[in-house]
């Protein structure tokens, strides 16, 4: 295990492109060392390797299967401490600004522009230390149920994250997904009850994805809704599977599937215009998708495992910058969702020491 995370720092300190990653409910990590430092990208999603893509699909980053060093080891029992953060020091004019953002979305579903708007936002925090090695342990260790990675690329920065949603499994012509939404801090109560608030936003989401699926599939089928604990939030998850159509692509399903309503919102188009033009920053890589594509080194068989990227943050020099979004709907009210992106930022606050 300690050879397998030296050799990436050494890969690291060459400034060349690798990705480590943990799968959900998984002691395996996977390493994928780039041979060089050429900018590989997706033109037809029939390459292999590791993906990389914004949330406006603009940059398809990847690194090649056949150009990389593929390392796999298993995960060491470790225990770290707990960084618990109160967050009670936070920036008022970032609240501000951020209820805002929401207001608005609030009244142009109330005006039937759309009917649900995922709105985000960022936030800048100085590091004391950062080691990424440490902190790719943190992630692991505290997040087992997610998709966690680390990914460094030096014309695209480094990025790393714990995500709770996978966007597609694909193998041959079958697939899996699932529907995500709602989100409520974990407590000591064993019974999550949720409110009709975040049931109408989970549904809004299956119906989108399994609406859509079924023009590039021959069969699709669709679990009840249950409650799903990530770290230490709670979300209502819809198992989605099925089989697609002999002609249809994985580049087509991608396409159908991405940006998913629980990263844009419902319709897609105008929620995603509405996003862009109101959120005053660019998410670039927030909210996109990453995974093994066509890949066979995790597997018997060439197959695709692919996540959105949630519960992500960018390093920086000495600084971290965290992205956090909340689904908007009719119901939603500003101040509950600034508490609860600021429960999500927690997510990659309690791997960092901050300054």
């Given at each position: 295990m300690?050879?397998?995370f030296?050799?990436?720092?050494?890969?690291?300190?060459?400034?060349?492109p690798?990705?480590?990653?943990?799968?959900?409910?998984?002691?395996?990590?996977?390493?994928?060392l780039?041979?060089?430092?050429?900018?590989?990208?997706?033109?037809?999603?029939?390459e292999?390797?590791?993906?990389?893509?914004?949330?406006?699909?603009?940059?398809?980053?990847?690194i090649?299967?056949?150009?990389?060093?593929?390392?796999?080891?298993?995960?060491d029992e470790t225990?770290?401490?707990?960084?618990?953060?109160?967050?009670?020091?936070f920036?008022?004019?970032?609240?501000?600004?951020?209820?805002?953002?929401?207001?608005?979305?609030?009244?142009?579903?109330?005006?039937?522009?759309f009917k649900?708007v995922?709105?985000?936002?960022?936030?800048?925090?100085?590091?004391?230390?950062?080691?990424?090695?440490?902190?790719?342990?943190?992630?692991?260790?505290?997040?087992?149920?997610?998709?966690?990675?680390?990914?460094f690329?030096?014309?695209?920065?480094?990025?790393?994250?714990?995500?709770?949603?996978?966007?597609?499994?694909?193998?041959?012509?079958?697939?899996?997904?699932?529907?995500?939404?709602?989100t409520?801090k974990?407590?000591?109560?064993?019974d999550?009850?949720?409110?009709?608030?975040?049931?109408?936003e989970?549904?809004?989401?299956?119906?989108f994805i399994?609406?859509?699926?079924?023009?590039v599939?021959?069969?699709v089928?669709?679990?009840?809704?249950?409650?799903?604990?990530?770290g230490?939030?709670w979300?209502?998850?819809?198992?989605?599977?099925?089989?697609?159509?002999?002609n249809?692509?994985?580049?087509?399903?991608i396409?159908?599937?991405?940006?998913?309503?629980?990263?844009?919102g419902?319709?897609?188009?105008?929620a995603?215009?509405?996003?862009?033009?109101?959120e005053?920053?660019?998410?670039?890589?927030?909210?996109?998708?990453?995974?093994e594509?066509?890949?066979?080194?995790?597997?018997?068989?060439?197959s695709?495992?692919?996540?959105?990227?949630l519960?992500s943050?960018?390093?920086?020099d000495?600084?971290?910058?965290?992205?956090?979004?909340?689904?908007?709907?009719?119901?939603?009210?500003?101040?509950?969702?600034?508490?609860?992106?600021?429960?999500?930022?927690?997510?990659?606050?309690?791997?960092?020491?901050?300054?």
């Amino acid at each position: 295990m300690n050879d397998f995370f030296s050799k990436i720092k050494k890969h690291y300190d060459k400034q060349l492109p690798f990705v480590m990653y943990s799968k959900p409910n998984s002691r395996n990590i996977f390493g994928l060392l780039q041979q060089n430092d050429t900018l590989h990208k997706i033109f037809n999603y029939k390459e292999k390797g590791f993906v990389f893509a914004s949330f406006d699909e603009k940059q398809l980053i990847l690194i090649p299967e056949n150009e990389s060093e593929i390392l796999t080891a298993e995960q060491d029992e470790t225990s770290f401490d707990t960084i618990e953060i109160e967050d009670l020091i936070f920036d008022s004019d970032a609240k501000t600004q951020y209820e805002d953002l929401v207001s608005k979305g609030i009244e142009a579903i109330k005006n039937e522009e759309f009917k649900k708007v995922v709105l985000s936002r960022s936030e800048k925090v100085n590091l004391a230390e950062f080691d990424f090695i440490t902190t790719f342990q943190h992630l692991i260790e505290l997040y087992p149920t997610t998709f966690s990675y680390c990914f460094f690329h030096p014309e695209i920065g480094f990025w790393m994250g714990a995500t709770p949603e996978q966007l597609l499994k694909a193998n041959g012509n079958v697939f899996e997904t699932m529907a995500l939404a709602g989100t409520q801090k974990a407590t000591l109560e064993t019974d999550i009850a949720w409110q009709q608030k975040e049931k109408d936003e989970q549904q809004y989401v299956t119906d989108f994805i399994v609406k859509r699926l079924r023009e590039v599939a021959s069969s699709v089928h669709v679990t009840a809704p249950y409650s799903v604990k990530a770290g230490s939030i709670w979300h209502i998850k819809t198992d989605i599977s099925g089989v697609l159509n002999d002609n249809s692509t994985l580049e087509e399903v991608i396409d159908t599937l991405h940006p998913t309503p629980a990263v844009c919102g419902l319709p897609k188009k105008k929620a995603r215009t509405f996003i862009i033009e109101n959120e005053n920053y660019d998410r670039t890589f927030y909210t996109g998708f990453l995974g093994e594509l066509n890949s066979s080194f995790a597997h018997n068989d060439i197959s695709s495992d692919l996540f959105v990227n949630l519960r992500s943050m960018q390093i920086q020099d000495n600084n971290a910058i965290l992205y956090m979004g909340c689904g908007i709907t009719k119901e939603s009210m500003p101040e509950k969702e600034w508490e609860e992106s600021v429960n999500k930022s927690m997510t990659m606050k309690r791997v960092l020491r901050i300054a």
